[in-house]
C-alpha cells in the first residue's frame, strides 16, 4: 500500500469525482483511476460505486475512510515534527546539571529558551559533575551544565565564574559589621552541605589555606536546607553567590567580607559532545547560552 494511493483514494472521496480529484492533485485522470484500482486490489474490495457523472463510496469505503485520514494525518505531523526538529521549534532537549546550577541557574536560562520555543519538551537530569559528563558521554542528555571537566570526546566551554560568599543571618553580630577577621571565624558554627561536591572541598580548602579550624556544628545535603538554618541564626555559611542573591535582596541573609583572604571562585562550564551535529532544539540553547553569556560555542 502505498501512500499515493490512500492520497488519491482521501481526495476523491472529497470531491466525489476521479477527474476533479486528478486536478487537485495535479495527476492525469488515469493515473489516479490506477492508483485507486490498486488499492482496491489490495485491500480486497471496491472503495468506490462508478457512476455516471461521478463517484461514491461503498460500505467498505465509508468504513476504510477515517483510518486512511489518520494515516495521512499521522504522516503530516510527522514531517512537520521533523521540520520542527530541524529549526528547533520542536523535540526535545536534553539536559543535565549540577545541582547549584540547575536550582538557580537554569529557571531563567529556560525562562527564556522555552518563551522562543514552546513547542519543545525540556528534560533535566540533576548530578555532581562528574555524574553529569558521564550522562554526555553516554547520550543520556546532549548538554551538561557543572563544573568544567576535560574529556576528548566532550566540547568543554566556560560559561560564568560562580564564587562562594560568606552570609550570616540578619541577627548575627556580623550582619551590621559586613566584614570578619580570619581569627574569628573559628568562634562560629560553621554548616556545611553536600559533602561529596565540589563546594565542599573549595571551603575547606579555604580554611586551610587561612590557617583557621572551623567548629563544624552542622552537615546538610542542600543550599536551600543550609540557607534556613543560617536564617535561624544557627550558624555561618559559605554559598554559591548565585545561590543567595534573593536572601540578600530580601534582607533575611548578608554577605560578609572575609577580611585578608581572596575570593574563592570555581568556572561554571557547558558540556557537549565533539563531532556530532548540533542542531533542532541543542542549537537552539547553545545559540542561547552563548548570547547571554558572550561565549562562542563551536557546533
Same mark, same amino acid.
Given at each position: 500500500m502505498?501512500l499515493?494511493?490512500?492520497?488519491?483514494f482521501?481526495?476523491?472521496?472529497?470531491?466525489?469525482?476521479?477527474? =476533479?480529484?486528478?486536478?487537485?492533485?495535479?495527476?492525469a &485522470?488515469?493515473?489516479?483511476?490506477?492508483?485507486?484500482?490498486?488499492?482496491?486490489?489490495?485491500?480486497? &474490495?471496491?472503495?468506490?460505486?462508478?457512476?455516471?457523472?461521478?463517484?461514491?463510496?461503498?460500505?467498505?469505503?465509508?468504513?476504510?475512510?477515517?483510518?486512511?485520514?489518520?494515516?495521512?494525518?499521522?504522516?503530516?505531523?510527522?514531517?512537520?515534527?521533523l521540520?520542527?526538529?530541524?529549526?528547533?521549534?520542536?523535540g526535545?532537549?536534553?539536559?543535565?546539571?549540577?545541582?547549584?546550577?540547575?536550582?538557580?541557574?537554569?529557571?531563567?536560562?529556560?525562562?527564556?529558551?522555552?518563551?522562543?520555543h514552546?513547542?519543545?519538551?525540556?528534560?533535566?537530569?540533576?548530578?555532581?559533575s562528574?555524574?553529569i559528563?558521564?550522562?554526555v558521554l553516554?547520550d543520556?542528555?546532549?548538554?551538561?551544565?557543572?563544573?568544567?571537566?576535560?574529556?576528548?570526546?566532550?566540547?568543554?566551554?566556560?560559561?560564568?565564574?560562580?564564587?562562594?560568599?560568606?552570609?550570616?543571618s540578619?541577627?548575627? =553580630?556580623?550582619?551590621?559589621?559586613?566584614?570578619?577577621?580570619?581569627?574569628?571565624?573559628?568562634?562560629?558554627?560553621?554548616?556545611l552541605?553536600d559533602r561529596?561536591?565540589?563546594?565542599?572541598?573549595?571551603?575547606?580548602?579555604?580554611? =586551610?589555606?587561612?590557617g583557621?579550624v572551623p567548629?563544624?556544628?552542622?552537615?546538610?545535603?542542600?543550599?536551600?536546607?543550609?540557607?534556613?538554618?543560617?536564617?535561624?541564626?544557627?550558624?555561618?555559611a559559605?554559598?554559591?553567590?548565585?545561590?543567595?542573591?534573593?536572601?540578600?535582596?530580601l534582607g533575611?541573609?548578608?554577605?560578609v567580607?572575609?577580611?585578608?583572604?581572596?575570593?574563592?571562585q =570555581?568556572d561554571?562550564?557547558?558540556?557537549?559532545?565533539?563531532?556530532?551535529?548540533?542542531?533542532?532544539?541543542?542549537?537552539?540553547?547553545?545559540?542561547?547560552?552563548?548570547?547571554?553569556?558572550?561565549?562562542?560555542?563551536p557546533?
Amino acid at each position: 500500500m502505498e501512500l499515493a494511493q490512500l492520497e488519491a483514494f482521501i481526495t476523491a472521496a472529497d470531491c466525489g469525482s476521479f477527474s =476533479r480529484a486528478a486536478e487537485l492533485l495535479n495527476v492525469a &485522470q488515469p493515473s489516479l483511476s490506477n492508483r485507486i484500482q490498486a488499492l482496491e486490489r489490495e485491500v480486497g &474490495q471496491p472503495l468506490f460505486e462508478r457512476m455516471g457523472r461521478g463517484v461514491k463510496l461503498t460500505d467498505a469505503g465509508r468504513a476504510f475512510l477515517p483510518y486512511a485520514q489518520r494515516v495521512m494525518r499521522t504522516l503530516n505531523d510527522g514531517l512537520m515534527m521533523l521540520e520542527g526538529t530541524r529549526d528547533g521549534t520542536a523535540g526535545r532537549l536534553l539536559i543535565g546539571t549540577a545541582p547549584a546550577v540547575g536550582t538557580y541557574v537554569l529557571p531563567r536560562l529556560l525562562k527564556v529558551f522555552c518563551d522562543t520555543h514552546p513547542g519543545v519538551d525540556v528534560l533535566v537530569r540533576t548530578g555532581h559533575s562528574d555524574e553529569i559528563l558521564q550522562l554526555v558521554l553516554d547520550d543520556d542528555v546532549q548538554v551538561g551544565l557543572g563544573r568544567p571537566i576535560n574529556h576528548p570526546d566532550v566540547r568543554t566551554v566556560v560559561l560564568y565564574r560562580d564564587e562562594l560568599v560568606l552570609v550570616v543571618s540578619a541577627q548575627h =553580630r556580623y550582619a551590621k559589621k559586613g566584614s570578619v577577621r580570619v581569627e574569628d571565624l573559628a568562634e562560629d558554627s560553621l554548616i556545611l552541605f553536600d559533602r561529596d561536591s565540589g563546594y565542599y572541598g573549595m571551603i575547606m580548602g579555604l580554611f =586551610r589555606d587561612l590557617g583557621v579550624v572551623p567548629h563544624q556544628q552542622m552537615q546538610l545535603d542542600s543550599i536551600e536546607a543550609t540557607k534556613k538554618m543560617v536564617e535561624a541564626n544557627l550558624g555561618i555559611a559559605l554559598l554559591p553567590e548565585v545561590s543567595v542573591e534573593r536572601e540578600i535582596r530580601l534582607g533575611t541573609l548578608h554577605k560578609v567580607h572575609i577580611e585578608s583572604a581572596e575570593p574563592v571562585q =570555581r568556572d561554571i562550564a557547558v558540556m557537549y559532545r565533539r563531532n556530532k551535529p548540533q542542531s533542532g532544539p541543542m542549537a537552539g540553547f547553545l545559540d542561547l547560552l552563548g548570547e547571554i553569556y558572550g561565549v562562542r560555542l563551536p557546533r
